[in-house]
């Protein structure tokens, strides 16, 4: 099977996120403003490709889902919230101890998240314009993604490591593709 590999590279050095903020609500309080500049590094693409592994947003709150066994996940979300952002996120486990929710709560952060990166499992994607980075800053985003989303295993008679991503967005399968 034969597919174009884009060779472009294009660094960049910040984002701004309230760049996607499309409508300003009336109601409840004000949140605190994001950031002017977010910095385009390790962090930042961690950050991103959890969330798309593990993200989901509510109308006034960002939330990851994780397993019983991934608290370290949490709290790396937890640090990046407050470094990147500076924004707490609290750590909830689950009554019966069945998955680990990291939740930050700002209603300007939810829609920005939402329009950069999709909203719902079917429609999520990686920034469009973190494809032309760097193959050295691209191995960070996919490396988050499949913390999330991914499997690693030796098969039968291998003695090599596998790692397979499985997604049901038809967009990142294809940004996936591409990086890898």
């Known amino acids: 099977v034969m597919h174009p590999i884009d ?5 960049f050095t910040s984002v701004d996120l309230r760049t996607y903020i499309r409508t300003r609500s009336r109601k409840g309080p004000k949140p605190p403003a994001l950031p002017e500049r977010i910095s385009v590094d390790r962090d930042l693409l961690r950050f991103v490709g959890l969330w ?7 109308r006034a709150y ?7 066994s991934e608290m370290h996940f949490a ?27 990291v939740t930050c709560c700002h209603a300007y952060l939810a829609q920005a998240m939402g ?19 760097p193959p050295t ?4 985003l996919l490396d988050a993604l499949c913390d999330g989303d ?9 003695r090599h490591q596998h790692r397979s991503y499985t997604t049901i967005s038809r967009t990142l399968a294809e940004q996936v593709v591409d990086i890898v």
């Open 7 to 11: 060779d472009t590279v294009r660094a």
């Open 52 to 58: 798309v592994a593990e993200g989901s947003t509510h």
């Open 62 to 68: 960002v939330r990851f889902s994780f397993g019983p």
């Open 75 to 101: 709290e790396d979300v937890q640090t990046m919230c407050r470094r990147l952002l500076g924004l707490s996120a609290g750590i909830h486990v689950r009554p019966r101890g069945d998955g680990i929710e």
């Open 115 to 133: 329009e950069w990166c999709g909203k719902g499992a079917e429609f999520k994607h990686l920034p469009f314009e973190f494809q032309d980075l």
């Open 137 to 140: 800053q691209q191995r960070v």
């Open 150 to 158: 991914g499997t690693e295993f030796i098969p039968h008679r291998s």
